[in-house]
């Protein structure tokens, strides 16, 4: 399940800033789980030119709050450490975040 592309064109610039994104937040980001389902949840970013962090909200949750929060707090502890990216532009301030239960596992 891929997020919905909020940005004007999509691919090239979008992909590679989504990846240093996803590349910075997944070191802050843990779940254990006993379940074998693969949860997914999409979180929406709002940040600002200097990467800081203004906003988190779950906007598809997986059902299972433990999950949401914990892919949220990964984002809120990026940003506290200074690690979350700038955005190239001001058309990449709003992002959906997509956490995968699967790509954490390494599965």
Same mark, same amino acid.
Request: glycine share 12%; no cysteine; charged share 0%.
């Given at each position: 399940m891929e997020a919905p592309d909020t940005t004007v064109g999509g691919g090239g610039l979008n992909d590679v800033y989504m990846g240093q994104? /996803? &590349?910075a937040v997944r070191p802050n980001w843990s779940f254990t789980s006993a379940t074998r389902?693969? &949860?997914v949840c999409v979180v929406r970013v709002k940040v600002n030119l200097q990467g800081e962090v203004e906003k988190v909200d779950v906007t598809q @949750? @997986? =059902?299972n *709050?433990?999950?949401d929060s914990s892919a949220a707090n *990964?984002?809120?502890r990026t940003s506290r450490a200074g690690a979350f990216p700038p955005p190239p532009s001001e058309q990449y301030t709003e992002l959906d975040l997509v956490f995968t239960l699967n790509e &954490? /596992? =390494?599965r």
């Open positions: 994104v /996803m &590349l389902l693969n &949860l @949750s @997986s =059902g *709050a433990q999950y *990964a984002i809120w &954490l /596992m =390494g």
